[in-house]
C-alpha cells in the first residue's frame, strides 16, 4: 500500500510551475477522435487520466504518440468499439466518448463513468441532450448503448449548468445536421478550450464561455492543434498552500480570470498576493488570516473542486467562518480527518462552521477522493509532527509531479510503498 508522508511546518519558497488543466486534457483527447487526421495536443499532463484515455484510444485502434508533454492522435484506422467496463470506470470523462462516437459512428456502447464519490453523478442532462439530438439510448444494467441514424440539430436547454453534459452535447452536435442550441450551459474555461480545439478541426461553435452556445453542424473535421490551458484547480491549490506556509512562493503558468473567485477571497482574508503579467503569484503568508464564508457555485463563482483545499485554510483563520458546498451532496468526507488532526468544525449536512485558528497534528489520514486528498496534503504541510495520507492514488489522478514540485520549494513529503 502506498501512503503519502508528510512532515509539517516547512516554509515553501521558489517557483512551482502549473501543468495543463486535467478537467480540459480529460475532453480533448476524446475530441480528437472526430477527426480522421492528426490531432496534436501541447502541455498535455502527466497524470493517470490521462494515461487512461490513452489506453481506451488504443483500444480504438489509435495512434497515439506522447512524449513529454506533446500528444499526437492519429484516427486514420479508428474502430468502433464496445467502451470495456474497467476502462470506462477508470475515470469520470470516460463518458466524453459517449458524445464522440455518436457524432463520429452514430453508435456507442460504454458503461458507466467512474470518477470521485462526491455524490450520486447521475447523467441524466447528457442523456436527455442526445436523445433531443435524435439518439436512442438503451440502458442495459451499467452499460449504455446510443444509436442514432443521423443525429439533428436541436435546442437544449440545460436544468442545471453541468460542465460534463455541455461538453458531452457539443461533441455530439458538431457533425449533426443543422444547428444546435445549448441554453443555460455551462461557463468554465475547459468548455472555452475544448470549443476552440474543435473549431480548429472545422466545426462552426460560437459562444463558448457563455450560458448560450451555437452549433452549426459540419460535414467533415480535420486536422487540429490545441494547447491545454493551465489547471486552474492545481493552481489554486498552490495557492492556498502558499497562504499558509508561503515565503516569496511563485505560481507561474496560470491565468489570473481563472482563479479570480479565490484570488479575492484570499485578499478577504489578509494574504499579500501580487499578479505578475496576469501568469504569475508571488505569494506570502500574512502572520494573521481573517475568517470569511466561502459558498461553492458554478464558474466563475467558487471552484467545488478547491472547496475541500480552502477548508484547511479556514481552519487556521481567527474566528468564525462559514464553508458551504452546494454542487455536490457528498464532498464533505475530509472534514472528520481535519477534526481527527486537531481542527474546530461543525458539519451540518453541506455546511461547515470552522473556528480557528486550531494546530494541527500529524497523524494517519485517508484521502476519500481527489481533492480531499490535496486537503489531506496541505492539512499535513501546517501539521505538527508526521502525516500519512492514504489512498494517495486518488491525488495522482489529478496532480502532476506533485512530491517533486513541493520538494522543489522546501516541503519534506514523500511516498512510501507498504
Ligand atoms: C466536472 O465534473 C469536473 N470533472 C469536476 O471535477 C467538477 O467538480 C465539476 O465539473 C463541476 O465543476 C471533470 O471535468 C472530469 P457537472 P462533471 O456535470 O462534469 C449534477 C475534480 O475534482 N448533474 O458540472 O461531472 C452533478 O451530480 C472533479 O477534478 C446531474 O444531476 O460535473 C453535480 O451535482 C470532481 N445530472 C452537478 O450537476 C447530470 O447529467 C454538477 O455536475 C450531470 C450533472
Redesign the pocket.
Same mark, same amino acid.
Given at each position: 500500500m502506498k501512503q503519502l508522508v508528510i512532515e509539517g511546518n516547512r516554509n515553501l519558497t521558489g517557483e512551482i510551475k502549473i501543468s495543463g488543466a486535467?478537467? !480540459?486534457v480529460? =475532453?480533448l483527447i476524446p475530441a480528437a477522435i472526430l477527426s480522421y487526421e492528426e490531432v496534436t495536443l501541447y502541455n498535455v499532463p502527466n497524470i493517470s487520466?490521462t494515461l487512461s484515455l490513452i489506453d481506451i484510444l488504443k483500444l480504438l485502434n489509435c495512434n497515439v504518440d506522447y512524449h513529454n508533454d506533446k500528444m499526437i492522435i492519429n484516427n486514420k484506422n479508428i474502430e468502433n468499439k464496445v467502451i470495456t467496463e474497467d476502462l470506462s470506470k477508470k475515470?469520470?470523462?470516460s463518458?466524453?466518448f459517449m458524445g464522440a462516437l455518436l457524432a463520429k459512428f452514430n453508435y456507442a456502447e460504454i458503461y458507466f463513468?467512474g470518477?470521485?464519490n462526491?455524490?450520486?453523478?447521475?447523467?441524466?442532462?447528457?442523456?436527455?441532450g442526445f436523445e433531443k439530438l435524435g439518439a436512442e439510448v438503451i440502458i442495459d444494467g451499467n452499460k449504455y448503448i446510443f444509436k442514432a441514424k443521423k443525429l439533428k440539430g436541436a435546442k437544449i436547454y440545460l436544468?442545471?449548468? !453541468?460542465?460534463? =453534459?455541455?461538453?458531452n452535447i457539443m461533441l455530439a452536435a458538431v457533425k449533426a445536421e443543422g444547428t444546435t442550441y445549448i441554453s443555460n450551459a455551462?461557463k468554465?474555461p475547459?468548455i472555452v478550450n475544448i470549443a476552440t480545439l474543435l473549431n480548429n478541426m472545422g466545426a462552426k461553435i460560437t459562444g463558448a464561455g457563455t450560458s448560450e452556445i451555437k452549433i452549426e453542424g459540419v460535414e467533415h473535421l480535420g486536422k487540429g492543434v490545441i494547447d491545454v490551458i493551465p489547471d486552474r484547480?492545481e493552481a489554486g491549490t498552490y495557492v492556498i498552500m502558499g497562504a499558509l506556509l508561503g515565503k516569496k512562493l511563485e505560481i507561474s503558468g496560470i491565468i489570473e480570470d481563472h482563479i479570480e473567485a479565490l484570488l479575492s477571497k484570499l485578499k478577504e482574508m489578509g494574504v499579500d498576493i501580487k499578479v505578475v503579467k496576469d501568469s504569475k503569484i508571488i505569494i506570502n503568508a500574512p502572520e494573521s488570516l481573517r475568517p470569511i464564508n466561502v459558498k461553492t457555485l458554478?464558474?466563475p463563482g467558487f =471552484?467545488?473542486?478547491l472547496g475541500q483545499p480552502m477548508s484547511v485554510l479556514l481552519t487556521q483563520a481567527n474566528g468564525m467562518s462559514i464553508f458551504e458546498e452546494t454542487?455536490?451532496?457528498n464532498?464533505m468526507g475530509h472534514i472528520k480527518y481535519l477534526q481527527k488532526m486537531g481542527a474546530n468544525i461543525t458539519l451540518t449536512d453541506r455546511t461547515a462552521i470552522i473556528t480557528g485558528p486550531t494546530k494541527l497534528y500529524g497523524t494517519d489520514v485517508v484521502a476519500t477522493?481527489?481533492?480531499a486528498g490535496a486537503a489531506m496534503v496541505i492539512a499535513g504541510l501546517i501539521a505538527e509532527g508526521t502525516t500519512y495520507v492514504e489512498e494517495i492514488e486518488h491525488v495522482l489522478?489529478?496532480y502532476e509531479n506533485i512530491i517533486e514540485k513541493l520538494t522543489a520549494v522546501g516541503a519534506k513529503i514523500e511516498i512510501i510503498e507498504e
Open positions: 486535467k478537467n !480540459s480529460v =475532453a487520466d475515470l469520470r470523462a463518458y466524453y463513468p470518477g470521485c462526491i455524490g450520486s453523478r447521475p447523467i441524466d442532462f447528457h442523456i436527455k436544468d442545471f449548468a !453541468s460542465v460534463g =453534459a455541455t461538453i455551462a468554465e475547459e484547480i458554478v464558474f =471552484a467545488t473542486d454542487i455536490y451532496e464532498r477522493d481527489l481533492r489522478r489529478g
